[in-house]
């Protein structure tokens, strides 16, 4: 079965210093992985998507992702915080062919001034 | 721009009462979704529908029925909530002409608060 984990319920970083959001999957085969953000009041957006092309990913808002399958993770980094930052960020596995997702159970990140 | 969208966006409500959330798409999406977020526990799915007269349970659809009503429409009921049902629900859909093997991004709306009093 798949799973993700999300090794942090709450990060808290100050704005302009690196963001590491972790995230690690289970799956007995190449999966295809999603980092999604939640802003307050708001449903989810996709930030970025690995889909078994090049292992670094980038994404919106200067996010980028790297899958290391040696060490099944998926972490989630922005050289720079931003104020905007401010958010939930669900790390996500895709399923098998009927299109199942398995979400993560969220990391909070607060920037702080 | 095409959208997903969900009524009502909050909604206070007693035990025992039948509620039913909706959701619609202008994204010309075959797939939509029902999931429900919990604080710590992520979102975690309710129902799925493929097209119209394919419905599928999820991980947690006990005590919830849905219904798709066009391929641009998915409402879920709750027969008679509880206030274990109090939660975040996002109504979410996808495109199987996008879907690759395991490839399946997923476009939300923004979400009804429910609270069960």
């Known amino acids: 079965a798949q799973s993700v984990t999300q090794l942090d319920s709450h990060v808290s970083v100050s704005e302009g210093t690196p963001v590491l959001l972790r995230c690690n999957y289970s799956?007995?085969?190449?999966?295809?992985l999603f980092w999604y953000v939640q802003h307050p009041n708001k449903g989810l957006q996709l930030l970025l998507k690995?889909?078994?092309?090049?292992?670094l990913v980038k994404g919106i808002n200067g996010f980028e992702a790297e899958f290391k399958k040696s060490e099944t993770s998926f972490h989630l980094t922005k050289p720079s915080a931003h104020m905007s930052d401010a958010a939930e960020y669900f790390c996500?596995?895709?399923?098998?062919?009927?299109?199942?997702?398995?979400f993560g159970p969220g990391t909070s990140l607060s920037v702080i001034p | 721009d095409a959208d997903v969208t969900q009524t009502p966006r909050n909604r206070i409500t007693k035990t025992g009462k039948r509620i039913m959330l909706e959701c619609s798409q202008t994204?010309?999406?075959?797939?939509m979704y029902w999931y429900r977020q919990d604080p710590g526990l992520g979102l975690r799915l309710i129902y799925y529908?493929?097209?119209?007269?394919?419905?599928n349970k999820g991980e947690i659809s006990d005590g919830y029925s849905v219904s798709r009503q066009a391929q641009a429409k998915f409402s879920l009921s709750l027969e008679s909530a509880i206030p274990n049902q109090t939660a975040l629900y996002f109504c979410?859909?996808?495109?199987?002409?996008?879907?690759?093997?395991?490839?399946?991004?997923?476009?939300f709306g923004p979400g009804t608060r429910l609270t069960v009093l």
């Open positions: 979410a859909t996808s495109d199987r002409r996008l879907a690759g093997v395991g490839y399946n991004e997923q476009f």
């Open positions: 799956s007995s085969y190449s999966p295809s």
């Open positions: 690995y889909t078994s092309a090049a292992t």
């Open positions: 996500a596995t895709g399923g098998t062919s009927y299109d199942k997702v398995i």
């Open positions: 994204k010309g999406h075959d797939r």
């Open positions: 529908s493929f097209d119209v007269k394919d419905i």
